[in-house]
């Protein structure tokens, strides 16, 4: 499926900025799409459409270099090769990504690839749930001890294929709002698929609201987390699966067993001032589960919070995010 929407409109709305008079400042929205998602980007300030467009042409860069489906991106070639020299922004992301994957015990794990092709969940390919051999002979080529890095060159061994998806779009949210702050921004709220980042608060200077989806009803939310220059991103199994023979299959790996995670949770919402993490730790504590997860927030609670959604419709959130989410349904508080 490929959607090609694009709107882009220039509108100017007031702004009080001081109690003897107004002025008008610029509000630019665009939609486009990229990394296989729709996103949308919503900025204030007298550069607002400029910035924007700097933004949005730096997201479709980064789509063509690390896209695992593109014949022409770094990472199509990697795969291919299985040695490469590679860009910077490719280098910072598997290097980082390597790291992740030592903080998070292997749960968020970019050698995915050959999983996630064997399940179909890539463009083109069919949903199918892939024999105990297909599981096995993909399962050879994972982990992060088969990527090997030596200045700027990745070597991946021979079973091995990488896919960026579950950290790129975090790390492009984060390079667009650079943009946008280096062009005088400093106040935009951007959309790309599950990633939310804010730049600063709403232009009157309130937070900005963000809806937690409801995982059982899409057009639903569950909740509303009410932040300010931060990333939000959800993971959840509910946006992308198939059906067979009367069971669901998601689209979130466990690269330990090779099989969609069965870890007792609906969707995981990360909160972070570090994009990429927030991005990479939504997969990751998904695959966690609950327990699991609470304790890895033990250990690094100043790095992000968290709301969690169990299988059983229950609402979790680490104490750090206790004073800025809302929901009409009770949640139960994780403290450290």
């Known amino acids: 499926m490929k959607l090609l929407r694009k709107a882009c409109i220039l509108i100017m709305t007031a702004a009080v900025v001081l109690s003897s008079g107004c002025s008008l400042e610029s509000k630019y929205d ?22 924007v467009k700097a933004a949005q042409n730096e997201i479709n860069r980064l789509d063509k270099l690390l896209s695992v489906q593109k014949e022409n991106s770094e990472i199509f070639k990697l795969n291919q090769s299985k040695k490469m020299t590679v860009s910077e922004d490719t280098l910072t992301l598997i290097t980082r990504s390597k790291e992740l994957y030592t903080l998070t015990d292997g749960a968020f794990d970019i050698s995915c690839e050959p999983l996630i092709r064997e399940w179909g969940f890539y463009s083109g390919l069919e949903n199918k749930v892939p024999s105990q051999k297909a599981i096995e002979t993909a399962l050879e080529g994972v982990g992060a001890e088969h990527i090997k890095i030596k200045d700027s060159t990745v070597t991946l ?15 492009a949210s984060h390079k667009a709002a650079e943009i946008l702050k280096e062009n005088g ?25 963000v809806a937690v989806t409801d995982p059982d ?7 509303t987390l009410k932040i ?13 699966y198939f059906e067979e023979n009367g069971q669901t299959y998601h689209h979130i790996i466990d690269t330990k067993t090779g099989y969609p995670a069965d870890s007792g949770l609906k969707s995981v919402t990360i909160v972070s001032d570090d994009d990429a993490l927030a991005d990479a730790l939504s997969t990751a504590l998904f695959v966690m589960g609950l327990e699991k997860s609470g304790k890895f927030y033990s250990e690094n609670s100043s790095l992000f919070g968290a709301v969690f959604i169990t299988d059983k419709g229950e609402i979790y959130v680490t104490d750090n995010l206790k004073d800025s989410f809302m929901s009409e349904q009770g949640f139960e508080v994780i403290s450290i």
């Not at 949308?40 to 300030?45: D, F, K, L, P, R």
């Not at 061994?157 to 790390?171: M, P, Q, R």
């Not at 599950?194 to 608060?201: K, P």
């Open 217 to 223: 009803d899409n057009s639903k939310s569950i909740g």
């Open 157 to 171: 061994d021979d079973n091995t294929s990488l896919d960026l998806g579950g950290i790129a779009k975090g790390y």
């Open 228 to 240: 300010s220059d931060k990333a939000v991103v959800t993971s959840g199994g509910y946006q992308r």
């Open 185 to 209: 921004v400093t106040s935009a709220l951007m959309s790309l698929g599950g990633n939310v980042r804010a730049v600063g608060s709403k232009p009157d200077g309130e937070s900005w609201s």
């Open 30 to 51: 665009c939609e486009f799409f990229a990394m296989d998602t729709v996103m949308t980007i919503n900025a204030y300030g007298s550069k607002s459409e400029s910035a």
